[in-house]
C-alpha cells in the first residue's frame, strides 16, 4: 500500500532558524498536505497543494509539491518557541499521512 | 464559527465492551472522515461518509462501522473492544468529496481500554 516517509523524525533548534523537512511517497499523489498538531489536540490544517511544482506560503511556512508529484518539503523560517509540535504531511483524498517531525524549539 | 466537534473527550472501557463516539462537522460540510492516531504516529484512515453514503475504508477489521446522519454529523462505533483499540479517534470535515481535500479536524475522543 502507499506509505509516506517523513523526515527527520525529530529537531531541536534555536530559536531564530530555519526548519526544513520533508515527505517522500512511494505512489504519484495529486493532493499534498501539511499539518500541525499539538498535544491534546487535533491536527490543524496549514498548507493545501494541489499542483506539481506548486509553491505556497501561510506566513513563515512555505511548501512545496514536488515535479514528479512523489514529494513534498516545508519550510518554516525565523522559527518561535510556538512553532514547537508535530508536523505531519499527509496526501491523497483519504488522506495517507506521514510519521510526523516532531520540533522543539529553544528559546 | 464552531469548528468540527467531537463528544466524548475521552473515554475509558474495558475489553469487550463497545463504544460509540460522536461527530458534528463544520457546518456547511457535508464529508466527514474517521481516523485512528495510536500515540508516536500519524493518524490511520477508517472511514469516509459523504451524503449519508461509505465513500472510502481503511484497513480495520468488521467491528469498526460508522454512519452519517442528514444532517451531516457521524458516529463511529466499535464492537468487542481490544486493548489495542486504545488510541485517540478523529474526526476530519471537508466541504465536499472531490474537488479539494482539505480536511478540518476535530480535537478527537482519547479512548483507552483495560
Known amino acids: 500500500g502507499q506509505q509516506l516517509n517523513q523526515s527527520p523524525q525529530s529537531m531541536f533548534i534555536q530559536e531564530g532558524e530555519d526548519v526544513s523537512m520533508n515527505c517522500t511517497s512511494s505512489s504519484i499523489f495529486n493532493t499534498w498536505l501539511w499539518y500541525k498538531q499539538e498535544p491534546g489536540e487535533g491536527p490543524v490544517l496549514l498548507i493545501a497543494l494541489y499542483k506539481a511544482g506548486e509553491l505556497t506560503s501561510n506566513g513563515r511556512l512555505t511548501a512545496q509539491f514536488g515535479i514528479t508529484r512523489k514529494d513534498s518539503f516545508l519550510n518554516i523560517s525565523a522559527s518561535i518557541p510556538s512553532d514547537v509540535g508535530i508536523y505531519f504531511c499527509a496526501g491523497g483524498g483519504k488522506l495517507i499521512f506521514g510519521q510526523g517531525t516532531e520540533l522543539s524549539v529553544k528559546p | 464559527d464552531a469548528g468540527v466537534t467531537q463528544s466524548p473527550t475521552h473515554l475509558i472501557k474495558t475489553r469487550g465492551q463497545h463504544v460509540t463516539l460522536r461527530c458534528s462537522p463544520i457546518?456547511?460540510?457535508?464529508?466527514v472522515s474517521w481516523y485512528q492516531q495510536v500515540l508516536g504516529q500519524g493518524p490511520q484512515f477508517i472511514f469516509q461518509y459523504y451524503e449519508k453514503e461509505e465513500r472510502g475504508r481503511g484497513n480495520f477489521p468488521d467491528r469498526f462501522s460508522a454512519r452519517q446522519f442528514p444532517n451531516y454529523s457521524s458516529e463511529l462505533n466499535v464492537n468487542a473492544l481490544l486493548l489495542g483499540d486504545s488510541a485517540l479517534y478523529l474526526c476530519?470535515?471537508?466541504?465536499?468529496?472531490?474537488?479539494?481535500?482539505?480536511?478540518?479536524f476535530g480535537p478527537g475522543t482519547r479512548l483507552t481500554v483495560t
Open positions: 476530519a470535515s471537508s466541504p465536499v468529496l472531490r474537488g479539494t481535500y482539505e480536511q478540518y
Open positions: 457546518s456547511g460540510h457535508k464529508s
